[in-house]
């Protein structure tokens, strides 16, 4: 048989299939179709040599705003997400119900990147920072919501609530937006995702109340109101009882939601997130963001092992959408997205949401991205 392409002498760290050691991958009609310790003698139209790099299964990005040219947050996916390492990304509710058919159209049907999405329970969507998503209660429309998620079943995951008490979000609406997303999600058999900072409520507990197993608390490691820890800095108790019954913890670290002190706080507390996801958007693509690998990198220097950290962006994100097997993985059989990188050594400046700043000594650089069993991108960037 003659592969596609050839993946060489590099490091397989495939969480999946509990793998990290020295490895082949050969890719052919768009799936992984061989894994072997010596793959040197086969014959591929394209080989590539890995060695002293990484190879692992293309990222899964949890958390992304790439409604671009409509929604104020957008970028666009291919250069930032997929060129980037992130082969598959879900947008985290830029649309909403009355502007989905175009973010499907325009945006989703038109990128490399493999895009799904959480729908808004805002009709509007994060259209414009001028008219905050809640401005009136009436954007927050199950019936409509309920009707997009019917037509766009095979993209649409959940349902996407934020609900900070300020003008890019919600003025006046409270928690009814919380109540509305429930609703929606539930009449559609699906889970919600939640952005809980500075929300309209006491604490974390009044929100964690209305979630449950599947549904997603992003941005958990935001240093506003409505934390994961009380006022003394501990984890409360209604973190890990979410925890317990299968709430997933993401990171969502954001341009405001990731903040050294609580996520050291709460490592040391013996608490992870279960995926690691970047939000990004425009406010935070030039720093701290900056892509996925970043946030990984930021992981790495908080002591999480490497296959551990990269089990949250592959294995773990492709259970949470159920598509383990197909992508988060580089077992035979499963789609053909791969990334190869350096793991660089040296001094890194790793910044918070906050302008705080660590040193890393390692970083995470993607150099060749593969998708659908051919190179997308190759070459280092930076
Ligand atoms: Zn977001």
Same mark, same amino acid.
């Given at each position: 048989?003659?592969?596609?392409?050839?993946?060489?002498?590099?490091?397989?760290?495939?969480?999946?299939?509990?793998?990290?050691?020295?490895?082949?991958?050969?890719?052919?009609h768009?799936?992984?179709?061989?894994?072997?310790?010596?793959?040197?003698?086969?014959?591929?139209?394209?080989?590539?040599?890995?060695?002293?790099?990484?190879?692992?299964?293309?990222?899964?990005?949890?958390?992304?705003?790439v409604?671009?040219?409509?929604?104020?947050?957008?970028?666009?996916?291919? /250069?930032?997400?997929?060129?980037?390492?992130?082969?598959?990304?879900?947008?985290?509710?830029?649309?909403?119900?009355?502007?989905f058919?175009?973010?499907?159209?325009?945006?989703?049907?038109?990128?490399?990147?493999?895009?799904?999405?959480?729908?808004?329970?805002?009709?509007?969507g994060?259209?414009?920072?001028?008219?905050?998503?809640f401005?009136?209660?009436?954007?927050?429309?199950?019936?409509?919501?309920?009707?997009?998620?019917?037509?766009?079943? +095979?993209?649409?995951?959940?349902v996407?609530?934020?609900?900070?008490?300020?003008?890019?979000?919600?003025?006046?609406?409270?928690?009814?937006?919380?109540?509305?997303?429930?609703?929606?999600?539930?009449?559609?058999?699906?889970?919600?995702?939640?952005?809980?900072?500075?929300?309209?409520?006491?604490?974390?507990?009044?929100?964690?109340?209305?979630?449950?197993?599947?549904?997603?608390?992003?941005?958990?490691?935001?240093?506003?109101?409505?934390?994961?820890? +009380?006022e003394?800095?501990?984890?409360?108790?209604?973190?890990?009882?979410?925890?317990?019954?299968?709430?997933?913890f993401?990171?969502?670290?954001?341009?405001?939601?990731?903040?050294?002190?609580?996520?050291?706080?709460?490592?040391?507390?013996?608490?992870? /997130?279960?995926?690691?996801?970047?939000?990004?958007?425009?406010?935070?693509?030039?720093?701290?963001?900056?892509?996925?690998?970043?946030?990984?990198?930021?992981?790495?220097?908080?002591?999480m092992?490497?296959?551990?950290?990269?089990?949250?962006?592959?294995?773990?994100?492709?259970?949470?959408?159920?598509?383990?097997?197909?992508?988060?993985?580089?077992?035979?059989?499963?789609?053909?997205?791969?990334?190869?990188?350096?793991?660089? +050594?040296?001094?890194?400046?790793?910044?918070?949401?906050?302008?705080?700043?660590r040193?890393?000594?390692?970083?995470?650089? /993607?150099?060749?991205?593969?998708?659908?069993?051919?190179?997308?991108?190759?070459?280092?960037?930076?």
């Amino acid at each position: 048989m003659i592969y596609d392409l050839l993946i060489k002498g590099g490091t397989l760290v495939d969480p999946a299939q509990k793998v990290h050691a020295a490895k082949d991958v050969a890719f052919a009609h768009g799936v992984v179709a061989a894994v072997g310790d010596d793959l040197s003698g086969a014959d591929a139209h394209e080989v590539l040599d890995a060695g002293g790099c990484l190879v692992t299964p293309g990222m899964i990005d949890l958390h992304v705003h790439v409604f671009y040219g409509v929604s104020h947050f957008g970028v666009e996916p291919d /250069p930032t997400c997929l060129a980037r390492g992130a082969t598959t990304v879900v947008d985290a509710g830029s649309a909403g119900a009355d502007t989905f058919p175009g973010f499907r159209k325009f945006v989703i049907e038109v990128s490399a990147t493999r895009i799904l999405a959480q729908l808004n329970i805002s009709s509007q969507g994060m259209l414009t920072r001028e008219i905050g998503e809640f401005e009136i209660p009436e954007y927050a429309d199950v019936s409509k919501a309920c009707q997009m998620i019917e037509q766009h079943r +095979d993209i649409i995951l959940g349902v996407k609530v934020r609900l900070t008490r300020n003008s890019i979000v919600s003025e006046r609406s409270g928690m009814l937006p919380l109540h509305r997303a429930r609703e929606a999600a539930d009449a559609a058999g699906l889970p919600i995702m939640v952005h809980p900072q500075s929300a309209w409520c006491d604490s974390l507990d009044d929100i964690l109340k209305v979630m449950r197993g599947g549904d997603i608390l992003t941005h958990c490691f935001h240093g506003a109101a409505c934390g994961i820890m +009380d006022e003394q800095g501990r984890i409360r108790r209604s973190v890990r009882e979410a925890m317990d019954r299968g709430v997933v913890f993401d990171v969502g670290h954001g341009a405001g939601s990731f903040h050294w002190g609580v996520v050291e706080g709460a490592m040391a507390q013996g608490v992870q /997130p279960q995926t690691i996801s970047s939000d990004l958007h425009v406010y935070n693509l030039h720093g701290p963001v900056y892509d996925l690998a970043t946030v990984v990198t930021k992981f790495l220097h908080l002591g999480m092992p490497l296959d551990e950290a990269m089990a949250k962006v592959t294995s773990v994100p492709a259970q949470v959408i159920g598509m383990e097997g197909k992508i988060g993985t580089l077992a035979v059989g499963a789609w053909g997205d791969a990334v190869v990188f350096e793991l660089r +050594d040296g001094a890194f400046r790793l910044a918070d949401a906050h302008g705080v700043v660590r040193i890393g000594k390692q970083k995470l650089v /993607p150099v060749t991205v593969v998708r659908g069993g051919r190179v997308y991108r190759q070459g280092r960037e930076n």
